[in-house]
């Protein structure tokens, strides 16, 4: 079911083409709402509009705005354009893209009949927030990799709800995007994982690779009812497209829940049940402590099925320092969480150095 609301705009702030912050009256309430102009067009001050509410009165996580589902008038928006590939298919929200892989899209040719990215390094992470310190990893050992990012549908669907991808974009750190599956509103679309994997190399010419779903994450406190699982998946993907497969694990000593206290539950069901092929799990330095617990929950992976490396992580962190990128996950930020944020960093800087060495 989706709770519903009707309002007036009172103001808006437009963050980018595609992305409107609108300030809303509702029943004389001033309430905060997301606008998606190639969705429901621009929206104007007084216009009256009808807002999804259901995260918020739920208390989710959509960080307490609601989400504007359209005007209330009977003005009809149109918009043309290549692409005839549906994403958020049979649902009222249907939209369409011009997909990579469609007859009508310009980069067809580039990635037909291709079926293997010949060792290309992609990173797989469960968490959205992991994306500026990996990056950062990444550029604080070599600047001139090119990185590209893949937004699964595990998490939001709209890239640009991302303010992580936005600001990484002003820093020129992303060659560019991709969103698969029902994701949408990346540089490129694609249909599925596989395919955005190939587009991510042979169309934006990442030296990289990095997946995540998008901001937000479903998980319900048991083995299976989560969406970072898809990190086995991403594994598996990479692994038949013949690349070569980093995996930031999941690791906090803040995260008070016990399954998600050292390594996450998540990162473990994932490797050891749903992985097929094999990962390279890169890890921060870690105390004495720290290391006991996180070999200890590893250990419970099959023997020889992954291959652990124990990285650093702090050149990724003093770089997003350095430049203004801020650091959050879970409303904690780098002081209150710092192995979460040095093991996304450490990946990065692993992968770029064996990328540096290689003379790439």
């Known amino acids: 079911m989706i ?25 004389e309430i001033e ?46 928006i149109k918009y043309i354009g290549k692409g005839h590939i549906m994403k958020l298919r049979y649902t009222p929200f249907q939209l369409k893209v011009c997909a990579v892989e469609e007859e009508d899209s310009p980069y067809q040719n580039k990635i037909l009949g291709v079926t293997s990215i010949k060792g290309v390094p992609v990173i797989a992470g469960s968490l959205h927030s992991m994306l500026i310190p990996c990056v950062c990893g990444i550029k604080s050992v070599n600047n001139a990799l090119r990185i590209g990012y893949i937004m699964t549908d595990g998490g939001a669907l709209p890239i640009k709800i991302s303010e992580a991808v936005r600001k990484l974009k002003v820093h020129k750190y992303l060659c560019g995007t991709v969103t698969v599956g029902h994701s949408y509103g990346g540089d490129l679309e694609a249909i599925n994982l596989y395919s955005g994997i190939i587009a991510a190399k042979e169309i934006l010419q990442a030296h990289i690779i990095i997946v995540l779903m998008g901001p937000g994450i479903v998980g319900t406190g048991t083995i299976w009812g989560n969406t970072a699982l898809e990190v086995g998946q991403i594994i598996n993907a990479v ?8 995996t930031i694990p999941r690791i906090s000593f803040s995260d008070k829940r016990e399954r998600h206290f050292g390594v996450s539950h998540h990162t473990i069901t994932a490797l050891s049940k749903v992985a097929l092929g094999s990962t390279n799990v890169v890890l921060p330095k870690l105390s004495i402590i720290e290391k006991e617990r996180v070999f200890k ?31 959050s996950h879970m409303g904690r930020e780098y002081e209150d969480d710092k192995v979460f944020f040095l093991t996304a960093s450490a990946v990065g800087e692993e992968v770029a150095e064996k990328m540096t060495n290689h003379n790439i």
């Open 297 to 327: 929950q590893l250990n419970t992976i099959p023997l020889n099925k992954h291959q652990i490396i124990v990285g650093n992580g702090q050149r990724g962190i003093k770089k997003a320092k350095d430049i203004g990128l801020k650091l």
């Open 239 to 246: 692994t038949t497209l013949e690349g070569t497969s980093y």
């Open 3 to 27: 709770n519903r609301a009707l309002g007036i705009v009172i103001k808006v702030i437009q963050i980018e083409d595609d992305l409107e912050l609108c300030s809303v009256l509702v029943d």
């Open 31 to 76: 309430v905060k709402a997301y606008s998606f102009p190639k969705e429901v067009g621009h929206i104007i001050t007084n216009d009256k509009v009808i807002l999804n509410t259901t995260a918020v009165d739920l208390c989710l996580g959509s960080g307490g705005f609601h989400f504007i589902m359209g005007r209330y008038s009977s003005n009809m």
